[in-house]
């Protein structure tokens, strides 16, 4: 029903910057939130950074001031800039979407595939 593309991961140097982006499409009424998480080996899966419907932002601590998530509702596409990556943003980081099927209130998840980010010298 609906699918979530992410691409723009890679391999950085540390201090370099990367941008991933997330497409959603398919059938759908709305999404609400588009997020972004990220999952190391071993570990739970993390929110690095949310988007509302309604433009209001959310980032984990720990990327706070080098992380952006902007959103085209037009495109159905959230992005994540991330810039002065550091070895510890190495991760699988995944899209999220908060999607109604239909007019009403219910909500679904969905997940993009994940796409590799990898910051070493």
């Known amino acids: 029903q609906v699918q979530l593309v992410e691409s723009g991961g890679g391999l950085v140097q540390p201090g370099g910057s990367l941008r991933l982006s997330c497409a959603a499409s398919?059938?759908?009424?709305?999404?609400?939130?588009m997020d972004w998480y990220r999952q190391t080996p071993g570990k739970e899966r993390e929110l690095v950074a949310r988007?509302?419907?309604?433009?209001?932002?959310y980032y984990a601590d720990s990327v706070k001031g080098r992380f952006t998530i902007s959103r085209d509702n037009a495109k159905n596409t959230v992005y994540l800039q991330m810039n002065s990556l550091k070895p510890e943003d190495t991760a699988v980081y995944y899209c999220?979407?908060?999607?109604?099927?239909?007019?009403?209130?219910?909500?679904?998840?969905?997940w993009g595939q994940g796409t590799q980010v990898t910051v070493s010298s």
């Open positions: 398919g059938s759908f009424f709305s999404i609400d939130d």
């Open positions: 988007n509302t419907n309604g433009g209001t932002t």
């Open positions: 999220n979407a908060k999607v109604r099927l239909d007019a009403r209130i219910v909500r679904y998840d969905f």
